[in-house]
């Protein structure tokens, strides 16, 4: 009984069908013809008045008559492509000129990243030159122990042999930008220390925002944009290029300040401008300088103190032998590592050596020494600090 009925039903509908067409398609000639009536007058007003309805019903009408059912169709939105959460306020790195080689020779001691100059060309400190001469001509620069295909599995085998607790910690953790790959990406030096006054004491996100305005002071070409610098705001991948020296120092303390910056950092950055852009700081005075020396050249620098230089001289040169003790993070995880109680020495204060004493933190870490960067970044990673920032968002 029940199926009697619903084919009944259902063969009502069928025979229902056509006479629903017909009315349909006699209401869509009225609408499309009624030239000098109310519907036509209605129109002209309302432009946004058709004839679409009566379309509508005249298809819903023939899919009923096929025995379809007529469901608004669902758009399937293609997913947002999540922006990335690091905040990548300095910016080392970009990627290595095809005439760069990547496998080079390296030495903990000096700087193994390749530089750039303000006239675009890249410098590194083992050339053929510097290899082939003899040490009383560069005596800054220490003949190569290494490779950059190696020096990092050089500087964790030491650190290793000096205390197996780290063992676990260099498995699970990769130090990226002493990697060949880190190795071979190509650092600005104006542009990065331009970009580490530009944040300091201010949040990532500001950062960000006043360094992409500082950048759009300029009217420079696109250029491939850094891992992780503002690629989400760029469909390909490409940004302004960082102003050079010279164009920096040319602009007045006001002009500079409508990015957004202080009067006080403006001051410094256009500081540091005239210094690279007179040479008295050069890409290749930070290859070729001793550690001792590159610190009190950019110390002399209005704008960058001694942690600003140790990170620079760390993240962007790559030199391996750096170590920052007044780093709070790094004292902190070396605290943790040797097994004191960071949340109690935490809670009774101190001041800034709450956790070591300076002097500790020496003793300890010269039995690193040459890697004492590399350990200094896996103090970090005890203590659960964040440092992509530092690295340039990588």
Known sequence: MSVRRVTRSSTQTAENVPESIAEAKAELRISTSKKDGVTAKSKRANPSISSAPAAKRVKQASEKKNGETTKPRKTTK????????KESNVKYATPPPPSIPVDRPADPHTTNAPLKTPKGSTLITYTKEVIDSTPSKHPSIPKPTTTTANLLKTACA??????PKLAPLIAKHECRIFTEAGLAETVDPFNALASSIISQQVSGAAAKSIRRKFIGLFDLPETQAEDGEDAEDHDLHSVKAFPTPSAVASKDLTYLRTAGLSGRKAEYIKDLAAKFASGELSA???????????????????????????MFACFGLKRMDIFSTGDLGVQKGMAEFVGRNVKGLKAKGGG???????????EISEKFAPYRSLFMWYMWRVGDVEVEALEGGK
């Open 352 to 362: 800034k050596w709450k956790y070591m004493s300076e002097k500790e933190m020496l």
């Open 78 to 85: 293609s997913p947002k492509t999540p922006k990335s959460t």
């Open 284 to 310: 290749q005075m930070l290859i070729s300088a001793s550690y001792d020396e590159l610190l009190e050249k950019l110390i002399a620098v209005r704008g960058l103190g001694k942690w600003s230089v140790e």
């Open 158 to 163: 030491h650190l290793v042999s000096v205390e």
